[in-house]
């Protein structure tokens, strides 16, 4: 079993910054690839960015150039660094963790991008 925590979730203006954590625990060693996924109210969840164990990254294309992925594999880490953030980017924010054989989903974080 692998449990996954986000946070980092907060209120910021458009054009601002926020990073995203989300630290897994449980079965990581048999954890391949690691995503971002997003809810907007009214809207279903759509993929933000992956990455797997190789550091291989891909990005939605909405949010591609403004954000980056990345893996603390020593802290069972994985990030999202949001740059030039708009309120189209309002969302509840999750973490997803795949191995062969199932998935996993955290709880969520809430990024609210309004002035």
């Known amino acids: 079993q692998v449990q996954l925590v986000e946070s980092g979730g907060g209120l910021v203006q458009p054009g601002g910054s926020l990073r995203l954590s989300c630290a897994a625990s449980?079965?990581?060693?048999?954890?391949?690839?690691m995503g971002w996924y997003r809810q907007a109210p009214g809207k279903q969840r759509e993929l933000v960015a992956t990455?797997?164990?190789?550091?291989?990254?891909n990005y939605a294309d909405s949010v591609k150039g403004r954000c980056t992925i990345s893996r603390d594999n020593a802290k069972n880490t994985v990030y999202l660094q949001m740059n030039s953030l708009k309120p189209e980017d309002t969302a509840v924010y999750y973490c997803?963790?795949?191995?062969?054989?199932?998935?996993?989903w955290g709880q969520g974080t809430q990024v609210t991008v309004s002035s």
């Open positions: 990455i797997i164990t190789g550091g291989s990254t």
């Open positions: 997803k963790a795949s191995n062969k054989y199932s998935y996993y």
């Open positions: 449980g079965s990581i060693f048999s954890i391949y690839t």
